[in-house]
């Protein structure tokens, strides 16, 4: 077996975004996800094959929505899916996707590397904001009498989206600290890519006695990857995406593409409302906060470019002001 280029090019975080494996309403099925899988997986090892050593994070939303919707289906017959559980199932789930399919492109390519999926746990603060008044919609579309009765019977927060209909929406707190965080760090270096905080981890509060709860919510993945990426001093902070860089004036005529920019320029745009908090704006907002704490290189791409985007050939790079 070969090795990897020595991991002479640092250590990378890489943010997949959810949607990098439910490709469009035609391909979402499991086998769907298994083959998107391989085909993200088949860019991160080029990556790692060219030198970097790889902590991967993922998303979850759609397939969360699956499992909720399912519950839903069946609550004549079955109890309900805890919030919680549901994040460590897709975590188990996504993660066996990637460690599989990273594992067989190794295997192809004769690369002496292994992968592992953490089951990750994140702090929150049970006095965060997010829980007085929950924004965060998840599950499927239902009618007002249906998001009523749920609301009464479950305890669920609802809103309605105008044209579509009611959702559930649950708590998205600010993440602050990451439980297996010591047993991360003791795997990076040692040949092995690490998979993990899927889905922005596990949402649990500290009790007073230092155990945990898990609680009904959701962590933006893009904040607590980027907690991540500074928490272990990562020399690359990457978050991919289903568009290859980062637009101004998005879908209008005046659009244009920003290849390389700085923190300052990036702010500047946000606070002229230039990315919305439903799409890029917790993007932006993690990319700003890694870049600013250690002055290194962030980038916004999506998937099939993500080993030209770290040679500076794609995406949007973001270096600090200095």
């Known amino acids: 077996m070969k090795k990897a280029q020595s991991n002479t090019c640092g250590i990378a975080v890489v ?5 990098a494996l439910v490709l469009d309403d035609s391909h979402k099925t499991v086998p769907d996800q298994f083959l998107a899988a391989k085909r993200a997986m088949k860019n991160v090892a080029d990556i790692v094959e060219a ?33 919680d559980y549901a994040g460590a199932d897709t975590q188990g789930a996504i ?40 924004t965060k919609p998840i599950g499927s579309y239902m009618s007002s009498t249906q998001a009523k009765n749920m609301a009464n019977k479950y305890n669920w927060s609802i809103s ?31 040949e092995t890519v690490v998979i993990t905080c899927g889905g922005g981890g596990i ?57 390389r920019t700085s923190v300052s320029e990036l702010k500047k745009h946000a606070m002229d409302n230039q990315f919305p908090e439903g799409s890029m704006g917790p993007k932006v907002h993690s990319i700003v906060r890694f870049v600013e704490g250690n002055c290194k290189r962030a ?23 200095g």
Not at 63 to 80: T, V, W
Not at 98 to 125: C, D, G, Y
Not at 300 to 309: F, G, M, Q, R
Request: hydrophobic letters at 40%; a negative charge; one cysteine or more.
């Open 15 to 19: 943010a997949i975004g959810g949607n």
């Open 51 to 83: 030198g970097w050593n790889v902590v991967l994070t993922h998303g979850n939303g759609p397939q969360i929505g699956y499992i909720l919707r399912r519950s839903e289906l069946a609550l004549d017959e079955l109890h309900p899916v805890p919030m």
């Open 95 to 134: 993660g066996y996707m990637f460690q599989k399919a990273l594992r067989n492109e190794f295997v192809r390519r004769n690369i002496s590397q292994k992968v592992v999926t953490v089951v990750t746990q994140v702090k929150v603060s049970a006095e965060d904001n997010a829980f007085v008044k929950p």
């Open 160 to 190: 309605e989206e105008a044209g579509h209909g009611w959702r559930r929406v649950v708590p998205s707190p600010y993440p602050k600290d990451i439980v297996e965080l010591d047993f991360i760090q003791g795997l990076i270096g040692s």
């Open 203 to 259: 949402p649990v509060v500290e009790r007073k006695d230092g155990t945990i709860r898990g609680v009904e919510a959701v962590v933006d993945k893009d904040y607590v990857s980027c907690m991540l990426a500074r928490s272990i001093d990562a020399d690359v902070f990457v978050v991919t995406t289903n568009v290859d860089r980062v637009a101004v004036n998005f879908g209008k005529i005046d659009e244009y593409w920003l290849d």
């Open 299 to 321: 980038i916004i791409t999506n998937i099939d470019n993500l080993a030209a985007s770290l040679r500076g050939e794609a995406g949007t790079s973001i270096t600090g002001d």
